[in-house]
């Protein structure tokens, strides 16, 4: 319940077709604590409701002009935080159960509250007050879960977006490998390689890497086999000539190794479709 101190700053509409009733309801909320203000008919209050910032409203459902429901409709479309409490008359038990469903926090019966006290009336508006604010707390509640749904639906698409990107990228990547020594010799290779150059696999064991690269790229690629050191990995980008297909854009990464006395070079070599393509080559060694 509102103490007179806590009631001082509530602005408050009182709005009846009766002036009697307005000044009535007017004051028996002022012994409270409460600033008044009245209209005598729907379209007098929906503009004070626009030039003035009010807490509650008593607003009596039969108007001239205006009805009453149609201000409450009205006003609860730009409105939402004030508390507003519809006066009824006996019998009209229906009319202010569709108004709490059109938005109305609680209402009155007229004749009762005339005949009680101000006590009677701030238990009303109080107890309005407090469902306007629990009303305020959940509009503001689902604004916030929306607005963090709408954050984990963005996060979700774009982590959606970029496992799609790496599964149509590795889809769409193929990789081999190749074993020479540090002259370029092939000493072996898997079936991936095999398909990426399209020489038959005799035919491979007598060829050097070399002479699977382009001319262009040769010159760089010859020397990172004689450069690179023990388990230090480079990488260059080249282009492989095919035999059965147009000429392959890669990316070479080697590494170099002792077996059985000698210096042995291991490549990875990848390489993509059109839709992933390497990046344009850059001259010298990566």
């Given at each position: ?119 009677s009336l701030d238990v009303v508006i109080s107890r309005g007050l407090e469902r306007r604010r629990l009303a305020m707390e959940n509009i503001e509640l689902n604004k916030q879960l929306k607005e963090l749904n709408l954050v984990l639906q963005t996060a ?67 020397p990172l086999f004689k450069k690179i050191q023990a388990g230090a990995a480079q990488g260059i980008k080249a282009r492989i000539i095919a035999k059965s297909q147009k000429d392959i854009d890669v990316t070479l990464n080697t590494i170099s190794f002792k ?28």
């Amino acid at each position: 319940m509102n103490t007179d101190k806590e009631c001082v700053k509530v602005k408050t509409l009182i709005v009846d077709d009766s002036q009697l009733v307005c000044e009535m309801f007017s004051n028996t909320l002022c012994k409270k604590g409460y600033e008044t203000t009245t209209a005598n008919d729907g379209e007098s209050a929906l503009k004070k409701l626009i030039a003035e910032n009010f807490q509650v409203m008593l607003l009596d459902l039969v108007l001239p002009g205006i009805n009453g429901m149609d201000v409450l409709r009205e006003c609860r479309k730009n409105n939402h935080e004030i508390c507003i409490i519809v006066v009824t008359s006996y019998g009209s038990e229906a009319t202010a159960v569709e108004a709490i469903q059109e938005g109305a926090d609680d209402y009155v019966v007229k004749d009762f509250m005339l005949m009680n006290d101000a006590k009677s009336l701030d238990v009303v508006i109080s107890r309005g007050l407090e469902r306007r604010r629990l009303a305020m707390e959940n509009i503001e509640l689902n604004k916030q879960l929306k607005e963090l749904n709408l954050v984990l639906q963005t996060a979700y698409a774009r982590e959606k977006e970029e496992k799609d990107y790496i599964r149509n990228l590795f889809g769409s990547t193929t990789f081999a490998v190749v074993l020479s020594n540090d002259n370029g010799n092939i000493l072996g290779f898997d079936d991936a390689f095999v398909k990426m150059t399209g020489f038959p696999e005799k035919e491979l064991f007598n060829m050097c890497l070399f002479d699977l690269i382009r001319s262009e790229f040769r010159s760089n690629v010859e020397p990172l086999f004689k450069k690179i050191q023990a388990g230090a990995a480079q990488g260059i980008k080249a282009r492989i000539i095919a035999k059965s297909q147009k000429d392959i854009d890669v990316t070479l990464n080697t590494i170099s190794f002792k077996m059985t006395g000698e210096r042995l070079v291991l490549t990875a070599i990848v390489t993509s479709l059109e839709k992933y393509a390497v990046p344009p080559f850059v001259d010298g060694i990566g």
